[in-house]
């Protein structure tokens, strides 16, 4: 069965100056980005500022346009489409942003906001239109009144669940989620987690799930893709990747992530050295000048280590057969040094 | 260990939009003492930043510290100084590290100048010396390169350097009591970690005291020795760390667990808490928890809970704990 | 978009000196669109030889050099005077407004052309154009002296209104609307002009004041509004022999363009306070 996405070599290049704006660079955000998303799956993107994860997100759905690269949704080449194709097709890929105070328009009441959609595409007679809002604010949780609110009338979780349903009104068979709760607090994440779990066991959506906190994409997340320097470095499904990260910057982020619990504090690896300038990207590995690995080497500087199939997961090094226990990683009381490596099964 | 900073029953008052009074810190006590640190952990809208303010006494206006409150700092009420008394502990006894670097920072003048200015400002060290002091400051707080970036701007450092600059000014003073509001916020996960890091280490090199604030339970777990849950300008519950994680004592702590997301995957499906943060103006009467409360009494509406002592040093606003309340 | 709009309008009224601007504005549109038809027809009966007559209960204001009363000139003028104002804000509002949203919105060489084009423009002082333009157009009619001012007017609004675009272009709830397939003029209408509203509102409140004064110094000059037409400006214009024997021929035209103009101001003024700590 093809897969309901299909991501090949994705190149985004931002070229910043010029004339009287400065030395003119080019940042490469987004490097050779390759991925699928099947029907109803949830893929978790993560990784830290810079690594060019939002930009993924919205190269996808052609709010920015790629430098190279290819994306097929359900067949057809999006980045091939005419504007009025790709007006049709828009119904079907959808986005939700990660502030939820400016991802509604201050001037517009919540059931505005929320037909446009339906309006857009005339999905229904305008008689009906107010019906279905109602169901819609209704499906995220939400009391059919908020319709007629403004978004500064409403919390920051109520808003965030008010773009959901905007999202949902065309019926998109594939969202991106653009770290949907990072700004929201800790009680109300819980909340709107749940309603996008519940969101696609319902409906079968698919989701690309871009964070930066591990913790909260393990929580929807089938399959995970760790992106640093605008690259993908590790894909695996999720429980394998947490469990056995093979990629040194998985070890790295996952030790990172603050543990909840004063027993079982992890020993954390401390990154030393500095990540690359996007305006220069080196020729080899690009986490090869922060790298921890013993057996990196000049091959790691020198050649690119391409994305290739190491058991369960896809990885980035060269030399992932090698990579660190488990062991030496996870939650021990007292600090372990790095064990000599031996080869994985 | 003695006493450094003691508050009593702080309360602030706001003017409410539709005329009225509302405390959005509404009688917080706090101790803290040398070389230990103490978390103050809540959302937003539970008066935590206010707190810290407050300690400095730069609640904004028209916000009004009550003056039945008292902030002892070493046997002096901060809440009746004036002047020049004033400013040398603002920076001199207390520093405050804020959340966001990039806006915490003047953008025109460079870190290492920003980091004299303050140095010159409560040392009687000038020009040269007061420079000197300032590299040697940007080195302890893990700067690269200390005497090259002296004269970068903030604009040219990544986050993790911007938040070490903002640590280094807040040292410059020499402080005794250090208030983190928040400092690792903006950051990624791998800095994050750092700047911990480094917080800790200063603690124990400089034998300060230090208020870590935070939305973030996993952050402070291992880096507190005593955690205070602030809800709705209260503190609910108050603990030393592996106590509070290990069997909290208010429903709120124990909600706040079940609904946060667990790299161990320890929870299928997350439980949120019903219902939303409570506005200053619109507290519930009461328990303020109460409406949210999945283990709310019938009392807990009607009565406000007393601050029942569990321990020395924890305490917890709560019916549940009081014998023969339900 | 109305709701948001009545907030803005509520938050001025907070506002004492834009409590008062506003009620003297309303007070003053009331009687410049009502009065008239109450009054003496100012044209009536010129008579030249009784002249000018100090302000009496017969006539509040007394009457003109031509005996005209004073009072029902002032009103006729004022309604002149206000519709010439609004009506040329109204021109140069819409044609600022949509250049400014155009050039924001496409980028690129449609926003260099056309922003180079009104900096050149801006360059060249407008009272120069117009008295240029009104002496070699003896006579001008009303209408058309409308069009000449709002077409003259709308080079600095439209500034105003791509530096608002540019503001939202990016922001989320834009992207939002490009992601659910909303087409640029789509985009353009329902969102980035009703968000631009605000600064829009100030800047046209604002103008009319200057127009106002504008308009009154060209009439003045004997260049604007045309007699016999009643203008605050040609009233003060052909108050001039009269300073010292009739002044208060001078003094009530005057009068009511300072007041009409310092209501406008205050107006906007507290508009534009409203308008800055938004709401949330």
Same mark, same amino acid.
């Given at each position: 069965m093809t897969a309901l996405l299909e991501v090949r070599d994705l190149v985004k290049r931002f070229d910043t100056g010029g004339l009287l704006r400065g030395p003119r660079a080019v940042v490469h955000a987004v490097n050779g980005v390759s991925f699928e998303l099947a029907a109803g799956e949830t893929l978790g993107l993560v990784g830290e500022s810079g690594s060019g994860k939002s930009t993924v997100g919205?190269?996808?759905?052609?709010?920015?346009?790629?430098?190279?690269?290819?994306?097929?949704?359900?067949?057809?080449?999006?980045?091939?489409?005419?504007?009025?194709?790709?007006?049709?097709?828009?119904?079907?890929?959808?986005?939700?942003?990660?502030?939820?105070?400016?991802?509604?328009d201050p001037r517009m009441r919540a059931g505005s906001?929320?037909?446009?959609?339906?309006?857009?595409?005339?999905?229904?007679?305008?008689?009906?239109?107010?019906?279905?809002?109602?169901?819609?604010?209704?499906?995220?949780?939400l009391d059919p009144s908020f319709s007629a609110k403004f978004p500064h009338e409403c919390s920051g979780g109520q808003r965030q669940r008010i773009g959901i349903a905007r999202a949902l009104a065309v019926d998109p068979a594939f969202l991106v989620c653009d770290e949907p709760v990072s700004a929201l607090d800790v009680s109300v994440q819980a909340q709107v987690l749940n309603l996008l779990a519940d969101l696609q066991r319902r409906r079968g959506i698919a989701f690309l799930f871009i964070a930066h906190d591990l913790a909260v994409v393990r929580q929807l997340a089938h399959r995970i893709a760790v992106m640093y320097f605008g690259r993908i470095v590790e894909l695996a499904p999720t429980e394998t990747i947490i469990r056995t990260p093979l990629h040194p910057y998985t070890q790295a982020l996952l030790s990172a992530v603050p543990e909840p619990d004063p027993a079982r504090q992890r020993t954390r690896i401390v990154l030393k050295g500095e990540p690359p300038k996007p305006m220069a990207p080196p020729p080899g590995c690009p986490f090869a000048s922060r790298c921890f690995h013993p057996m990196k080497n000049e091959r790691c500087v020198n050649e690119l280590p391409p994305l290739r199939a190491v058991g369960e997961s896809q990885v980035a090094c060269h030399y992932a057969e090698y990579s660190l226990q488990p062991s030496a990683l996870s939650h021990q009381p007292s600090a372990s040094n790095p064990q000599t490596p031996t080869p994985n099964p | 260990m003695s006493d450094l900073l003691e508050v009593q029953d702080l309360?602030? =008052?706001?003017?409410?939009?539709?005329?009225?009074?509302?405390?959005?810190?509404?009688?917080?006590?706090? =101790?803290?003492?040398?070389?230990?640190t103490l978390a103050l952990v809540g959302e937003s809208g539970s008066g935590k930043s206010l707190t810290a303010l407050a300690l400095l006494r730069l609640v904004p206006p028209p916000g009004v510290i009550d003056p039945a409150s008292r902030i002892v700092l070493e046997g002096v009420n901060l809440l009746e100084l004036q002047g020049e008394a004033l400013r040398a502990i603002r920076g001199g006894r207390i520093g405050l590290v804020f959340q966001d670097a990039m806006t915490s920072l003047n953008p025109v003048i460079s870190i290492g100048e920003q980091v004299r200015e303050t140095v010159a400002a409560h040392r009687t060290l000038r020009g040269k010396e007061a420079r000197e002091r300032a590299i040697a400051l940007l080195d302890e707080v893990g700067m690269p390169g200390a005497s090259t970036r002296y004269r970068a701007y903030p604009h040219e450092l990544s986050g993790g350097l911007r938040q070490r600059a903002l640590i280094a000014i807040a040292l410059a003073g020499e402080p005794d009591v250090l208030i983190a509001d928040e400092p690792t916020t903006a950051l990624d996960v791998t800095v994050q970690a750092q700047i911990l890091e480094l917080l800790d280490q200063l603690r124990t090199s400089r034998g300060m005291a230090v208020l870590l604030i935070s939305h973030d339970l996993g952050l402070v777990a291992g880096r507190a020795d005593r955690v205070a849950v602030m809800y709705a300008g209260q503190i609910v519950e108050e603990a030393s760390t592996s106590r509070l994680f290990r069997s909290p004592s208010h429903p709120y702590t124990r909600a706040l667990f079940g609904s946060i997301p667990r790299l161990d995957g320890a929870v299928d499906r997350l439980v949120p808490i019903a219902g939303a943060v409570p506005l200053p103006d619109a507290w519930p009467p009461a328990c303020r928890f109460h409406p949210r409360c999945p283990e709310v009494l019938a009392r807990c509406s009607i009565e406000t809970p007393p601050v029942v002592p569990l321990a020395p040093g924890e305490m917890s606003r709560c019916w549940l704990l009081v014998k023969g309340a339900r | 978009m109305i709701g948001s709009l009545g907030g803005l309008l509520r938050r001025a009224w907070t506002h004492p000196s834009g409590r008062w601007g506003a009620l003297a504005l309303v007070v003053l549109a009331l009687v410049a669109v009502a009065a008239p038809p109450l009054l003496p027809d100012p044209a009536e009966m010129p008579d030249a030889v009784l002249g000018a007559t100090p302000p009496s209960l017969a006539h509040p204001l007394g009457t003109d050099q031509l005996n005209r009363d004073m009072l029902a000139r002032v009103v006729v003028g004022g309604r002149i005077s206000l519709s010439v104002a609004v009506l040329a804000v109204l021109v140069s509002l819409t044609l600022g407004a949509a250049v400014g949203l155009v050039a924001g919105y496409a980028g690129g060489w449609v926003d260099a052309i056309l922003m180079r084009g009104v900096d050149a423009a801006l360059a060249i002082p407008r009272l120069f154009v117009l008295l240029l333009l009104l002496v070699v157009w003896e006579h001008i009619p009303l209408g058309a002296l409308i069009l000449v001012i709002g077409t003259t007017g709308w080079f600095a609004t439209s500034r105003l209104v791509r530096g608002e675009v540019l503001r939202l272009r990016h922001e989320p709830f834009v992207t939002a609307s490009e992601a659910l397939g909303a087409t640029g003029w789509r985009t353009i209408a329902r969102h980035l002009l009703p968000n631009a509203a605000g600064p829009l509102l100030v800047a046209a409140t604002l103008g009319v004041g200057d127009v106002i004064l504008l308009e009154a110094g060209l009439s003045f000059l004997g260049l604007g509004v045309q007699p016999p037409t009643p203008s605050w400006g040609g009233m003060v214009l052909e108050a001039r022999p009269l300073i010292v024997t009739a002044p208060w021929t001078a003094i009530f035209p005057g009068a009511a363009i300072v007041l009409t103009v310092l209501s406008v101001n205050l107006l906007g003024d507290a508009l534009q306070a409203a308008l800055d700590p938004r709401g949330a």
């Open positions: 919205r190269v996808i759905l052609r709010l920015t346009d790629a430098s190279a690269g290819s994306v097929r949704f359900g067949g057809v080449d999006v980045f091939g489409l005419s504007a009025g194709e790709l007006r049709a097709i828009r119904r079907r890929m959808q986005i939700v942003f990660q502030d939820p105070y400016s991802s509604l906001a929320v037909a446009e959609g339906l309006e857009i595409h005339r999905l229904l007679p305008s008689a009906e239109i107010p019906g279905r809002v109602a169901e819609l604010f209704q499906e995220v949780g | 309360r602030i =008052r706001f003017p409410a939009p539709g005329g009225g009074v509302s405390c959005p810190v509404d009688g917080v006590s706090l =101790r803290l003492a040398r070389g230990e | -």
